[in-house]
């Protein structure tokens, strides 16, 4: 019950719906043939990028506000914490730089496949930002 005391019911709303939203996409795209006829869910990409990007800050600031309402009277443990609060605002920072470029090419780009590329990259990005900072 404590994470809830920070996160809020429009917060849980935000990520519930855009994991709605990514599943009703990822349907959608199942009954493509070609990458080409992704062009006819623009609306849906726009949505889906729209609101990944509100969602990833949405997370980081609840988890650097969680970890902040956390400390201690402990040195140590207070270090631990900002360590924490600068690895969740960072890589929430990373999401959101790569969010919002996918928001603005699927934009200005609409006909190619510059979208996608970006896209493409969230898998690895996640995985690097998670492998390369240690935390202990």
């Given amino acids: ?13 935000l990520v519930l719906s855009h994991f709605a939203i990514t599943v009703a996409y990822f349907g959608m795209t199942l009954r493509l043939s070609t990458v080409f006829a992704l ?35 402990f040195r140590q443990t207070n270090s631990a914490i900002r360590v924490l609060i600068l690895y969740f605002v960072s890589t929430g920072f990373v999401m ?31 995985s690097v930002s998670f492998g390369r900072n240690k935390l202990g």
Avoid: H
Avoid at 1 to 13: A, S
């Fill in 1 to 13: 019950q404590f994470p809830l005391r920070v996160v809020q019911r429009r917060d849980i709303f």
């Fill in 39 to 73: 062009a006819s869910l623009f609306s849906t990409e726009i949505s889906v990028n729209a609101l990944g990007f509100v969602t990833d800050g949405v997370i980081a600031a609840s988890l650097a506000t969680l970890l902040y309402r956390a400390r201690s009277p």
């Fill in 96 to 126: 959101d730089v790569c969010s919002l470029s996918a928001l603005i090419t699927t934009v200005v780009y609409r006909d190619s496949l510059i979208p996608l590329m970006i896209l493409l990259m969230y898998p690895k990005r996640t």
